[in-house]
Every structure is written in C-alpha cells, then in structure tokens.
C-alpha cells in the first residue's frame, strides 16, 4: 500500500464514551472524535449498558471525525479496536442481544465467584485471577440461576469491543489481552480452557475465534466501508482490551515497562515477558497485547469518575473549576483536608470488597468544596498507592510511570502521585488519547507496520518528581486512609 496515503482508525469503547482516534503512516494523531455514553444503575451494585447505544454512539463519531478531517478518513486501510473488559454482551442464535450488557463495574455476582471457585478447583492456576464479580463468568453464573429462560437461548458470548467488530465485520473475534479478563482463558497458553467454560455449563462453541491483538481479525463489511467513503479494502486488528491497548499507545511493551491510567477506573499496569499469577493480593494477571507479553494489574473501580461524582454532588461547573479551587488552597489548609475513601463501586486490589463503600471521613467546619475535592483526589491516590504495594508484594518493581486517562490532563493530580508513590511520574504527548491511540497502533501493525516504528514511546510533555518532605506526610494520611477502611470494613455488607 501506498504508505504516506494510508491512515489507521482506532476505536475505544470506553464506560463514559467511545472514543476514536485517526493516525497517520508518520505516527502522528490527524483527529480525534467522541459521543458520550451512560450508564444503568437499575438495583445497587448492578452496571448496565445497551449493546445497541455503543454502535449509535459509534456512528455519531464517525459522523464527527470524517467531517473534520475528510480526506484522511478516506484513507483509512486499518481499524483497530480498543474496550472496556469483561463485559457480558448475549446473542441468541440470531445474533441478536438478548438483554443489556453487564459491566465490568457491575457487582452483582458476588456469590457466584465463591461458586465458580468451588466449581473449578484449577480456577486461579489457569487464569491467573482470583474471581470477582466485574469478570465475565461470574455474570453467566447469575443469569444462569436468576434469568434461567435467557440462559438457555445464549448462543454467543462476546466482549464489548468485540460486539462492535460484529457489527463492523460479521465476525466473532476476540484476543487474548481481553479474553484473559473473562476467567475463561488458559493465560499461560492464550486460548480457551475447556475445563474453565465447563465449569460455566459453556463451550468453545459459546466464544469468538482468537487472533493476537496485532494480527488481522476480520475485513469491514463492504457496505459499510461504502456508507463511510472508504473506496480501499479496511482490515480491523485483534485489538485489546483498554489498559493493554493504552500501553501499545505510550509504548510499553518490553518487561518493566507500566503505566498508570486515571480513567473511570484506575489502573497500575506493568509489562512480563512471562505468565506471572498472584491471585492472593488481588492483582491481575492478564495477556498483554502483543505476542509473548504478558502483564500484571492492580485496578481500582472508581478513580477519574469520583472526582466527575463530586463535581455533580458539589454544584461546581466541572472538573476544571474544581481542580483550580484545589490548586489555591494553602498547604496548611491540606492537614485538616478530610479523609476520602474512593470505593463507589466496591473495590478489587487489593481488597476484593464488592461492598466497600465511598465516605467522607473527618469532616469539620472548614470543610468547604475544595477542601473535600482534594480529600477525593487523595483518596483515589491512596488506592494506586494500595494498588502498587501489592504490586511491590509480588515481586514488581518500577522506577517510572507515565501517566496516561483524562486524569492526566492535571498537572497538580499527577504530582500528588509522584509524592504520595515515591516514583517519577511522566505524562507523555498526547497521553489522554490512551486506549484510542493504541487501537489505531494495532491497526497500523495488522496492515504490516513496523513494531519499532508503530510503538515507539511518545515525547514526554512533563515529568513529576517525588518530593521527599511532601512524601513523608503523606505517609501519615495513607496510614489513616488504611485504616479507616480495615475498622468500616465489616459494617459495609448489605443489611440483608
């Protein structure tokens, strides 16, 4: 293909928004396009969407990006796909979606992982995961016991990003990065475990075919590529899920290399260059997005969406404006900040607590709203900080980390973590773009680019660097935000 006319389309399927991004063959990002997303709380604990709204929202930024940069849309050869994990998406044999998706964040399924747990004995040696309930087989258990009727007429389980990709190409591909975060994967050998899908009265007939996330999946559906302009054959990648398709972005792709992403959830993430399992301290171990890669995972369920959860509880206007009140506050005024535990949506690493519950602890009359915004950006701190010791317990060790999400739009934020993490914190060129710029990365590699070129590191726009004096106090105030959490934690099941 003629290179310098070629242009590469990531597409992120996040929990807020889809996102897409338009990369050219020199690696530069021509635009960017998005349609937000919401979310169904229908009873506590549950996290719903609408298969239907992802490919509507997809459509409507499509629309966006070719409108602003029409001629290189029109040069697109390669998609690649990028998404929120674990996600339950249910076919029936028509290929219809039988009801809306269950979520990653969805905590529903609490009981079924100590079922699914007895049900497979091998359960943490293959996949490499303890089972909690934002995991996809946890959600089939579920519906297999409340929505019985429904059970019985799935024919396919996909993941989100993978929906899309039916709908652009008629195809039902997965990858392994994604495909680790069902509990069905054998990790070590990135395919299906039969014993695993058993263990969910499932079969491999149930699951998408898996191709490695840089390798061609499928080919867009012709009349699709003719509704958007595109007069050239468009092949879509593997893709990955988002945290693996974030690293592609900023280049982590060698062992030791991690980031840290403060999207809706919050995430540490470090590359291996072999399957390394640690189930007891809740982190994850998961396939990374390139062949022979693997990766380790801390997660927190709620980061960047308590601060946007505050802006709408405190009135203020947005994120900036609270961000900028938190910034003229005087130091001083921080030793009396309250105490914010971010659990909003239960928590995985390290405590695996689908209970856990988000407070405000300490509250005064100094309180104010800037007071209690900064408690939230230390609050989210303090669990990457949590996230990282079991990390450090495993055997992992990082000196830097880029800062990657819409979090790492904030100066201030990211040195909160370099003081509180005690590492250097760098935000690179473009580090917002996250999953979106990765996704178009991979496609860029399925179309036959160059893995040096294709995942080169991008330009570092800052770096953080801990400041000792600040570490030290910040110690103190983690040690309290442990543990208020270990003295609430029994008071936090349900009543029932």
């Given at each position: 293909m003629g290179a310098q006319q070629a242009s590469f389309l990531g597409i992120d399927l996040g929990t807020s928004e889809v996102k897409l991004l338009l990369l050219n063959a020199d690696g530069l990002v021509v635009g960017q396009a998005g349609a937000a997303l919401g979310v169904s709380r229908p009873q506590p604990l549950w996290a719903e969407q609408a298969p239907q709204d992802w490919w509507v929202a997809t459509e409507r930024a499509v629309a966006q990006l070719r409108a602003a940069h029409p001629l290189a849309f029109s040069q697109v050869r390669a998609i690649g796909l990028s998404g929120q994990m674990h996600g339950a998406v249910l076919l029936d044999a028509q290929d219809q979606v039988l009801r809306p998706a269950i979520l990653w964040n969805d905590g529903r399924s609490h009981a079924e992982c100590v079922e699914l747990t007895q049900r497979a004995p091998q359960l943490h040696a293959i996949a490499g995961n303890?089972?909690?309930?934002?995991?996809?087989?946890?959600?089939?258990?579920?519906?297999?016991?409340?929505?019985?009727?429904?059970?019985a007429q799935i024919r396919t389980v996909l993941l989100p990003k993978d929906y899309l990709r039916l709908l652009l190409s008629g195809e039902k591909v997965s990858d392994p990065s994604d495909a680790a975060g069902t509990l069905w994967l054998d990790v070590a050998a990135r395919d299906w475990s039969n014993e695993l899908l058993a263990a969910c009265h499932l079969s491999r007939a149930h699951m998408p075919r898996l191709v490695e996330s840089n390798q061609i999946s499928a080919r867009l559906r012709p009349e699709l590529a003719a509704a958007w302009g595109l007069t050239h054959e468009v092949v879509i990648a593997g893709g990955a899920g988002d945290n693996a398709a974030s690293a592609i972005g900023i280049g982590a792709t060698q062992p030791g290399d991690g980031f840290i992403s403060l999207g809706t959830s919050?995430?540490?993430?470090?590359?291996?260059?072999?399957?390394?399992?640690?189930?007891?301290s809740a982190v994850h171990a998961f396939c990374h997005a390139l062949p022979q890669r693997w990766h380790q995972m801390s997660v927190m369920l709620s980061a960047a969406s308590c601060l946007k959860w505050f802006v709408q509880l405190s009135g203020a206007a947005d994120e900036a404006q609270l961000l900028t009140e938190v910034e003229a506050l005087p130091a001083e005024a921080l030793a009396d900040a309250p105490t914010f535990l971010p659990y909003l949506a239960g928590e995985r690493t390290p405590h695996n607590d689908p209970f856990a519950q988000?407070?405000?602890?300490?509250?005064n009359h100094q309180s104010d709203r800037a007071r209690c915004a900064y408690a939230v950006l230390e609050g989210v701190t303090f669990g990457l900080a949590d996230g990282l010791a079991a990390l450090q317990a495993s055997g992992t060790e990082v000196q830097v980390l880029p800062l990657v999400g819409g979090g790492a739009r904030s100066a201030y934020w990211a040195q909160l973590i370099a003081d509180t993490l005690n590492v250097d914190?760098?935000?690179?060129?473009?580090?917002?773009?996250?999953?979106?710029?990765?996704?178009?990365?991979?496609?860029?590699?399925?179309?036959g680019g160059d893995p040096?070129?294709?995942?080169?590191?991008?330009?570092?726009?800052?770096?953080?660097?801990?400041?000792?004096?600040?570490?030290q106090t910040l110690q103190l105030r983690l040690q309290r935000f442990r543990k208020i959490y270990s003295q609430l934690q029994s008071l936090s099941a349900p009543l029932a």
């Open positions: 303890l089972a909690m309930p934002g995991f996809t087989a946890p959600k089939l258990l579920w519906l297999e016991k409340h929505e019985p009727q429904l059970f919050g995430v540490l993430f470090v590359v291996n260059d072999r399957y390394r399992p640690n189930p007891e988000g407070m405000f602890y300490g509250l914190i760098v935000r690179h060129t473009g580090a917002e773009a996250g999953g979106a710029l990765g996704a178009a990365r991979l496609g860029w590699l399925a179309a040096a070129q294709v995942c080169s590191k991008p330009g570092i726009a800052a770096r953080h660097t801990p400041q000792a004096q600040r570490h």
